[in-house]
């Protein structure tokens, strides 16, 4: 109303829909946009190769909380994917093999390790690096107590007589406790083997059996660790010391030296199986002088501290094979027991575990009156430490050769320097310390067999006997049951 009229009932305005065309998908995309994108989602993978995502949505632009309908996706969320963690895992490399057992009886442990590979530093590997299991779980056998029958009293009208001395030793009589005793001893360089003690019984005899005195093996007179340090060089080697290698022997043949070999027993001597037969005719020698104790093949033969002992028996391997040189090997026994001095001892006999530990890149020592630098004759004996070359490699480098490398030969040396077994060191020793014990001791590993016609060649190594457990049982047949 105007100028203050009344007012008019209803409305003053009208609503009407009305079509005028069809909406398409591109007016809503015009109605549309992305959203910002999310974080990267963490990788699927620590190592190796993973994935990681992030998103983005489509929204509305009058309605932001609704899907919307964008460009560059199919749908309403868009999402994106990229590799991630690249780096290389750890891995566990093969089981090691299983230890000896912790115990021969009672409930031991052995073990085994792995190691982990990784290439990146302080990654490590899923899972234990040791195993552990029980072994040898029966019981040790009880040993029951040493019971000794009643003792002759002090003052029996009837004692015991006077025991038997073993060679090379002696006896105490001890009257103790209201019985009589004997305790036994060796002379220097000696151990006793079987009972020390022995005690007179009722019926006036002595218990147990006599001791024997048996040579201690592989002990030179002089410090081992003077031995270390020494400049031990055969070809391109050393000369010597007198009395350290009390083992070693020379063999002459009708008044020419021939060969070396290892006193072993203090009758018996080990030497390369070549050495004991004439080359032409192949023959077996009949006889054979061995020198022991000697130190120059010259002049030293005539000095007091020598021993020239004939042989009474030689013996070749039986499998000895004169093309190859497999099983080169012989033993040759003394017409008597050699005396046991500062420069005449036995060498020992590997064990099962000294022979394990032949290996590799393990050090030895050569002995040898070989041919010297220009092919000059030694008198002196010489030495050489020599490292133990792996058999595939020794058999490389002869197998151009005529010469095989067989499994019972051993081979040492170094593939570019010219230290090296020549003319005149065959059946020497080859020999290898053990420091397990109270004293150090050598064992003999090897016997020098061959090599290169042309002594010092680099790379063609010497090559030995190899004193496994098959030849070790043979001589030890032949020296301690004969």
């Known amino acids: 109303p105007q100028a203050g009229g009344d007012s008019c009932n209803g409305r003053n305005f009208m609503l009407k829909t009305c ?90 442990i052995q073990k085994r390790v792995r190691k982990c590979k990784s290439s990146i530093i302080d990654m490590s590997c899923q899972g234990e690096n040791s195993q552990a299991v029980s072994c040898n779980t029966d019981h040790c056998p009880t040993i029951p107590p040493i019971t000794y029958p009643k003792l002759i009293k002090l003052g029996s009208p009837d004692p015991c007589p006077d025991p038997e001395k073993p060679q ?144 009474i028996e030689i013996v070749p391997h039986p499998n000895f094979n004169w093309r190859t040189f497999d099983s080169d090997l012989a033993l040759i026994k003394l017409k008597w027991k050699a005396n046991i001095t500062d420069h005449v001892r036995p060498v020992c006999l590997p064990s099962r575990q000294q022979r394990r530990n032949v290996t590799p890149g393990v050090m030895g020592v050569m002995l040898g009156w070989g041919l010297t630098e220009g092919e000059k004759p030694t008198t002196e004996l010489r030495q050489v430490y020599m490292p133990v070359v792996g058999h595939s490699n020794c058999q490389k480098a002869y197998q151009t050769e005529t010469w095989p490398v067989t499994s019972n030969m051993l081979c040492a040396g170094y593939a570019s320097n010219t230290k090296d077994s020549c003319k005149r060191d065959s059946g020497g020793g080859f020999l290898f310390p053990d420091s397990r014990g109270k004293k150090k001791k050598w064992f003999l590993g090897g016997i020098i067999s061959w090599g290169n016609p042309q002594c010092g060649i680099p790379g063609k190594y010497s090559v030995f006997t190899h004193i496994n457990g098959r030849f070790s049982k043979w001589i030890k047949n032949y020296v301690f049951n004969s």
């Open 168 to 311: 090379h030793g002696y006896y105490k009589k001890i009257d103790q406790y209201g019985s009589y005793y004997v305790t036994y001893y060796c002379r220097k360089h000696y151990v006793v083997h079987g009972p020390r003690l022995r005690h007179c019984e009722s019926d006036s005899t002595w218990s147990d059996y006599v001791p024997y005195c048996r040579p201690i093996c592989g002990e030179s007179s002089l410090s081992f660790d003077n031995v270390q340090y020494q400049r031990l060089r055969i070809f391109g080697g050393g000369t010597s010391l007198p009395g350290l290698w009390p083992w070693q022997v020379a063999l002459t043949v009708d008044g020419l030296f021939h060969c070396g070999g290892s006193l072993i027993a203090e009758n018996w001597v080990v030497t390369a199986a070549h050495c004991v037969y004439h080359r032409q005719t192949r023959k077996l020698y009949s006889h054979i002088k061995v020198h022991l104790g000697v130190h120059d093949i010259k002049s030293g033969l005539r000095d007091p501290r020598v021993q020239s002992i004939d042989s």
């Open 19 to 108: 079509v005028i065309a069809k909406c398409t998908d591109e007016s809503h995309q015009n109605d549309s946009f992305w959203s910002s994108w999310t974080s990267w989602s963490h990788c699927s993978a620590t190592c190796s190769r993973g994935y990681q995502t992030r998103s983005r949505y489509c929204r509305r632009r009058l309605s932001p909380f609704h899907l919307g309908n964008c460009t560059g996706a199919k749908g309403p969320v868009h999402v994106d994917s990229n590799i991630c963690e690249v780096k290389p895992c750890a891995a566990w490399e093969s089981w090691s093999k299983w230890e000896a057992c912790s115990q021969t009886c009672g409930g031991g």
